[in-house]
């Protein structure tokens, strides 16, 4: 089992009311840090993941990363199974979907080209 933490931008909405920033990642050491003002006391936690997709990551990143190492297992007739997770309103779906459908038809292509290399 892999896991995984993705991070994306503020809205413009947050950014026009300036939301502060209270996530931050370290691609490099696949941190990802959360800081929080408790009682006027800064409190900071840090966990590590097995990978970490910052804000500047690209829809092609996640599919690169949580999708196609799937593929093989998929085709081998394992089940497998991609959770996304968190708040609403944070991106959940837009990262399943990639905006308009386009992760599924990007997987379904990607099959078809795995499976014909067999």
């Known amino acids: 089992m892999a896991y995984s933490f993705i991070h994306r931008p503020l809205s413009d909405e947050a950014r026009r009311v ?3 920033l209270v996530v931050t990642c370290n691609d490099q050491r696949r941190e990802v840090s959360v800081a929080q003002n408790i009682a006027n006391k800064e409190i900071d936690r840090t966990v590590a993941f ?6 500047k990551s690209q829809q092609q990143d996640v599919f690169n990363h949580a999708v196609v190492p799937l593929v093989s297992e998929v085709l081998d007739g394992y089940n497998c199974t991609i ?3 968190g708040q609403t309103g944070t991106g959940k779906t837009y990262i399943m979907e990639g905006g308009g459908g386009k992760a599924l038809v990007q997987f379904l292509l990607y099959i078809f080209t ?3 290399c067999f």
């Open 83 to 85: 959770f996304a997770y």
């Open 114 to 116: 795995c499976y014909t």
């Open 18 to 20: 300036s939301t502060p």
């Open 50 to 55: 097995d990978k970490v997709l910052g804000p």
